[in-house]
């Protein structure tokens, strides 16, 4: 982000202050008359006198009563360095990033795992540290899939208190994971909304980065409804993630699954990926939005799985490849690569090199976009689909069927 800075208004001298006028002399000579040497050595005396007078008054008796002149003086504006404005603190008040580490830290915990690996002589190891989020007062927690993947044993800090966890379900298309322990009267996470969100409010990241407790670090919302697409290790394919709350609080590696809160204490996100050229922050971290970790923690925790709506294709934005039968005007929409077999899409006449341009009537720039939107639809929705098929532009309408969990 580019750092501004406002000069000050009242630095410098003004026009209008006196130290820039010119006097002139009350002893100017008269024309026609002349003063006598003694009379001008008089003059100079009185006048001196007068300077000297005047600046003990100004600057020297106010510091005899605890005071500045800047203090006396309303024409002078003392101010911080880079601020505008000089912000009163009651006594007894604290920062808003004080008050919602108080009241959020107590429910932000850190993971630890144990991994098997296929080294004989190291057949156990203790895998990354991450964080999680006291998502109910019973010993439920929830986290990121990727903080708890690969694990043979889970090892959950509460306060300071080590205890054993367990997974309940994970959510990959997600990101999202749910664990339990066997404790009860935790103290539980309060989560808001995103719906009422703006960029530029504050934001306050908490986990344990780099294996560091209850780290607190603060920053802004940078942006809202991120689309970020990055290769899974498991599966060897590409997965996007959506509806990405960015924030420049800094974010590392170990801080996945804390929280990121607004400035009443309520989480607004779940903390999951940076976007680094060095692996760590780079002030470009993003969260999963609160309604999402809570829609899908709730569906894990009753049914062992979350409900994602399906309509049957891969596909890339426009400007990634050549479509065609396209003309070089054609530069945003979703291009289809592929459709599956008996899928919805397949039912309702897309074919592979079709240019999908919009969704209910909504335009659509890109396949990061016809993502998102099919993934805010719930199973057995309807969908209004345009395309282009070479010059000719269609229209269909397929609907939305439960993911297959291949």
Known sequence: MEEKFDRESGEGISPNDSSNNVYSSDFSPVPGRRLRPGTMLIALVAFVSALLGALIVAF?????????????????????????????VDKGSVSPVTAVAKKLQPSIVNIRIKQSMKDIAHPDVIGGAGSGIIFSSDGYIVTNNHVISDAKDIFVTIGTEDVKGRVVATDKDTDIAVIKVDRTGLPAAEFGSTRKLQVGELAVAIGSPFGFEHTVTSGIVSALNRTVSMPDEDSNQV????????????????????????????????????????????????????????????????????????????????????????????????????????????????????????????????????????????????????????????????????????
């Open 239 to 406: 997965r996007t993630y959506t509806n990405l709350i960015q924030t420049d609080a800094p974010i590392n590696p170990g801080n996945s699954g804390g929280a990121l809160s607004d400035a009443q204490g309520k989480v607004i996100g779940m903390n999951t990926l940076i976007m680094s050229t060095s692996g760590v922050t780079e002030g470009v971290g993003f969260a999963i939005p609160a309604e999402t970790v809570v829609s899908v923690a709730k569906q894990l925790i009753e049914k062992g799985t979350a409900s994602h709506p399906y309509m049957g294709i891969l596909g890339q934005n426009a400007d990634n490849g050549v479509v065609a039968g396209k003309g070089s005007e054609i530069k945003k929409g979703a291009v289809v690569v592929e459709v599956v077999k008996g899928s919805p899409a397949d039912k309702a006449g897309i074919k592979a090199q079709d240019l999908i341009v919009a969704l209910d009537d909504t335009p659509v720039e890109s396949m990061d976009e016809v993502i998102a939107d099919v993934r805010q639809k719930k199973v057995g929705d309807k969908i209004k689909i345009t395309y282009l098929r070479g010059d000719q532009q269609n229209t269909t309408e397929l609907t939305l069927i439960e993911k297959p969990k291949s």
């Open 60 to 88: 020297v008796v106010p510091y005899l009563y605890g005071s500045s002149p800047a203090n006396v003086y309303g024409n002078s504006r003392v101010m911080p360095v880079n601020s505008k404005e000089i912000i009163k």
